[in-house]
């Protein structure tokens, strides 16, 4: 198999935080590998894919789900929390009120995904525009810490640690995965098995949906 068929698992993401903090363009960086100094805002919800490797002869196809960060589009983007099993959190690192929401954004999409797994990944954006920085990298990761999740910062304009925070969000969510600590479920597409695993997890997913297993902290309602 090859292409976009050959994968063992896919992982559905959405990615949450105020308005112009860098969603998309931390989304295109990844996906295509371009910048843009002056995107459109996001309307209602985008959706984009793209295959990793979380370890060696392990693909995942990563369905990535940017949402609008402006306020009139929440009961939009309120959808797509429920089949998501990682949330990246995205703040701006040279606007603090920004770094004050996420707090926000965490709490609805806890309420949104239960009773559902999920793993979360804090982002903070734009670490190129250094000078104007306005959240410590100290902030970011005390916040982080507190809530038991990972933390990382990013520019999508220089690429830097782009790539790494998506491997390190789909690691952590396969570790989860191999370690039983989430499920694929039937009704629940947050993971799915890919055409190369699906006959082995066929069984095992009607196994556990009457079996939810207990969630680590810095998951959904810890
Ligand atoms: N310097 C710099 N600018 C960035 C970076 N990421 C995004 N921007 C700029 O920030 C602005 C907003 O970026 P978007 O990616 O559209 O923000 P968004 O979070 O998707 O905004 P909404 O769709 O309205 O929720 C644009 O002018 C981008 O060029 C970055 O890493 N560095
Ligand atoms: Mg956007």
Same mark, same amino acid.
């Given at each position: 198999?090859?292409?976009?068929?050959?994968?063992? %698992? @896919?992982?559905?993401?959405?990615? +949450? &935080?105020?308005?112009?903090?860098?969603? $998309?363009?931390?989304?295109?960086?990844?996906? !295509?590998?371009?910048?843009?100094?002056?995107?459109?805002?996001?309307?209602?919800?985008?959706?984009?894919?793209?295959?990793?490797?979380?370890?060696?002869?392990?693909?995942?196809?990563?369905?990535?789900?940017?949402?609008?960060?402006?306020?009139?589009?929440?009961?939009?983007?309120?959808?797509?929390?429920?089949?998501?099993?990682?949330?990246?959190?995205?703040?701006?690192?040279?606007?603090?009120?920004?770094?004050?929401?996420?707090?926000?954004?965490?709490?609805?999409?806890?309420?949104?995904?239960?009773? %559902? @797994?999920?793993?979360?990944?804090? +982002? &903070?954006?734009?670490?190129?525009?250094? $000078?104007?920085?306005?959240?410590?990298?100290? !902030?970011?990761?005390?916040?982080?810490?507190?809530?038991?999740?990972?933390?990382?910062?990013?520019?999508?304009?220089?690429?830097?640690?782009?790539?790494?925070?998506?491997?390190?969000?789909?690691?952590?969510?396969?570790?989860?995965?191999?370690?039983?600590?989430?499920?694929?479920?039937?009704?629940?597409?947050?993971?799915?098995?890919?055409?190369?695993?699906?006959?082995?997890?066929?069984?095992?997913?009607?196994?556990?949906?009457?079996?939810?297993?207990?969630?680590?902290?810095?998951?959904?309602?810890?």
């Amino acid at each position: 198999m090859d292409g976009m068929y050959n994968y063992d %698992y @896919q992982f559905r993401l959405i990615v +949450v &935080g105020d308005s112009t903090v860098g969603k $998309s363009s931390l989304l295109r960086n990844f996906c !295509e590998g371009v910048f843009s100094q002056d995107p459109d805002p996001t309307v209602g919800v985008d959706f984009n894919v793209r295959i990793i490797e979380v370890k060696s002869g392990v693909k995942v196809k990563l369905q990535l789900w940017d949402t609008a960060g402006q306020e009139r589009f929440k009961s939009i983007t309120r959808a797509y929390y429920r089949n998501s099993v990682g949330v990246l959190l995205i703040y701006d690192t040279t606007n603090y009120v920004s770094f004050t929401h996420v707090t926000n954004w965490l709490n609805e999409a806890r309420t949104q995904i239960q009773p %559902y @797994q999920c793993v979360f990944l804090l +982002v &903070g954006t734009k670490i190129d525009r250094e $000078s104007e920085r306005q959240v410590t990298t100290e !902030e970011g990761k005390a916040f982080a810490d507190f809530h038991n999740i990972s933390f990382i910062e990013t520019s999508s304009k220089s690429s830097l640690y782009v790539q790494e925070a998506f491997t390190l969000i789909a690691r952590e969510i396969y570790d989860m995965l191999i370690e039983g600590r989430i499920h694929v479920q039937n009704g629940w597409d947050g993971v799915k098995a890919g055409p190369k695993t699906a006959n082995t997890h066929q069984k095992q997913s009607i196994d556990v949906v009457q079996n939810i297993q207990p969630r680590r902290s810095g998951c959904c309602s810890s």
